[in-house]
């Protein structure tokens, strides 16, 4: 039984250490790459349990991602391997510090073959916190599927639903995401998105009204993340832009979003005023930023709350 239950797909990794075209690259180190996986190891690092459903390609990759996120305290016992499709692929390709592509090897992956009646529906209804990813309907008509029958579970069994659009253009278009997030949105208690993502939600371009808007009338909690500014929430009488945390140099931009959900999931599950939980989802996407890889530079709780100690505040 888990606090936290996530589910998605996650890939096999391959980041080359070098800034050069992949034409160039002849070495590529193999690491796990997903938005899901990611939360769910940055809440194991801040001492939460989290169990984490996916469906992987009976090879080496997919058991290496399984050892993977196993390795890293996730329970992973619902997941399943299949001898039908294999395990997905990606590739990132960095030219500069902010400039980084990335290439799939994903389409017919065992994970997009995931069926609602795979779901462990005993451990979504067993857990406090439900978080949704965008990036799962996105994957086939079933994967979507999954994603509804999940949000079903957890509505009848009053579990919290955390929902991170995520956006991936080139998984589908703006039109289908917009439509599809807006349905999830709905459903959702927190909505965690991007201002880009909150603006194709809703079609608004201030923080603001983005904000109000997909709250409605609701008690709905929002939070955009807006980069080095930090974030804003919107939350019943609370508005406030929450500032970011300086960072020297960006070295790696993907997977901030991610340590950011496992803040606010954190906060959510310490029951913290959210001031102090969105405080310190900006002091876990600026700790990640710092570092290459997604879940390398993932804090403990207790290195997190040492980073937001003003300089100085250590000494005895
Ligand atoms: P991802 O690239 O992982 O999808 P995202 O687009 O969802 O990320 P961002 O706004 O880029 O989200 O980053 C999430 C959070 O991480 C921000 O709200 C902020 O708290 C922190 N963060 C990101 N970039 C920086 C930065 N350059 N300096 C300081 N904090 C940052």
Same mark, same amino acid.
């Given at each position: 039984?888990?606090?936290?239950?996530?589910?998605?797909?996650?890939?096999?990794?391959?980041?080359?250490?070098?800034?050069?075209?992949?034409?160039?690259?002849?070495?590529?180190?193999?690491?796990?790459?997903?938005?899901?996986?990611?939360?769910?190891?940055?809440?194991?690092?801040?001492?939460?349990?989290?169990?984490?459903?996916?469906?992987?390609?009976?090879?080496?990759?997919?058991?290496?991602?399984?050892?993977?996120?196993?390795?890293?305290?996730?329970?992973?016992?619902?997941?399943?391997?299949?001898?039908?499709?294999?395990?997905?692929?990606?590739?990132?390709?960095?030219?500069?510090?902010?400039?980084?592509?990335?290439?799939?090897?994903?389409?017919?992956?065992?994970?997009?073959?995931?069926?609602?009646?795979?779901?462990?529906?005993?451990?979504?209804?067993?857990?406090?916190?439900?978080?949704?990813?965008?990036?799962?309907?996105?994957?086939?008509?079933?994967?979507?599927?999954?994603?509804?029958?999940?949000?079903?579970?957890?509505?009848?069994?009053?579990?919290?639903?955390?929902?991170?659009?995520?956006?991936?253009?080139?998984?589908?278009?703006?039109?289908?995401?917009?439509?599809?997030?807006?349905?999830? /949105?709905?459903? !959702?208690? @927190?909505?965690?998105?991007?201002? %880009?993502?909150?603006? =194709?939600? *809703?079609? $608004?371009?201030?923080?603001?009204?983005?904000?109000?808007?997909?709250?409605?009338?609701?008690?709905?909690?929002?939070?955009?993340?807006?980069?080095?500014?930090?974030?804003?929430?919107?939350?019943?009488?609370?508005?406030?832009?929450?500032?970011?945390?300086?960072?020297?140099?960006?070295?790696?931009?993907?997977?901030?979003?991610?340590?950011?959900?496992?803040?606010?999931?954190?906060?959510?599950?310490?029951?913290?005023?959210?001031?102090?939980?969105?405080?310190?989802?900006? /002091?876990?996407? !600026?700790? @990640?930023?710092?570092?290459?890889? %997604?879940?390398?530079? =993932?804090? *403990?709780? $207790?290195?997190?709350?040492?980073?937001?100690?003003?300089?100085?505040?250590?000494?005895?």
């Amino acid at each position: 039984k888990s606090e936290v239950f996530t589910f998605g797909e996650t890939m096999v990794l391959f980041q080359p250490e070098q800034m050069l075209p992949l034409e160039y690259i002849h070495q590529f180190p193999k690491k796990i790459g997903g938005a899901e996986s990611n939360v769910a190891i940055g809440l194991t690092r801040l001492g939460h349990s989290v169990s984490w459903f996916s469906k992987l390609g009976n090879d080496p990759f997919g058991r290496f991602v399984l050892k993977s996120v196993r390795g890293e305290g996730v329970d992973v016992s619902s997941c399943l391997l299949t001898d039908n499709a294999p395990t997905g692929l990606l590739f990132k390709e960095q030219l500069s510090p902010e400039d980084m592509n990335v290439y799939y090897y994903r389409k017919g992956s065992a994970a997009s073959m995931m069926q609602p009646e795979e779901l462990d529906a005993e451990a979504i209804a067993a857990a406090r916190i439900l978080h949704i990813s965008g990036i799962t309907p996105a994957l086939s008509e079933s994967a979507f599927a999954t994603v509804m029958k999940a949000i079903d579970i957890a509505k009848r069994n009053g579990i919290t639903i955390v929902f991170d659009p995520n956006l991936r253009l080139k998984l589908w278009s703006a039109e289908q995401a917009k439509k599809i997030f807006n349905e999830i /949105a709905a459903t !959702a208690d @927190v909505i965690l998105p991007g201002l %880009d993502e909150g603006q =194709l939600m *809703t079609g $608004e371009t201030d923080v603001k009204a983005v904000a109000e808007k997909l709250a409605g009338d609701s008690e709905k909690i929002i939070v955009i993340k807006l980069g080095d500014k930090g974030a804003y929430l919107h939350a019943n009488d609370q508005k406030a832009y929450i500032e970011g945390f300086p960072v020297d140099s960006v070295v790696d931009p993907v997977g901030a979003g991610d340590g950011f959900a496992a803040g606010v999931i954190s906060g959510l599950l310490r029951e913290e005023p959210l001031e102090q939980a969105v405080r310190r989802a900006n /002091a876990i996407g !600026a700790m @990640v930023v710092g570092v290459s890889g %997604d879940i390398e530079g =993932l804090p *403990t709780f $207790e290195a997190v709350e040492r980073f937001m100690k003003p300089a100085g505040a250590n000494r005895d």
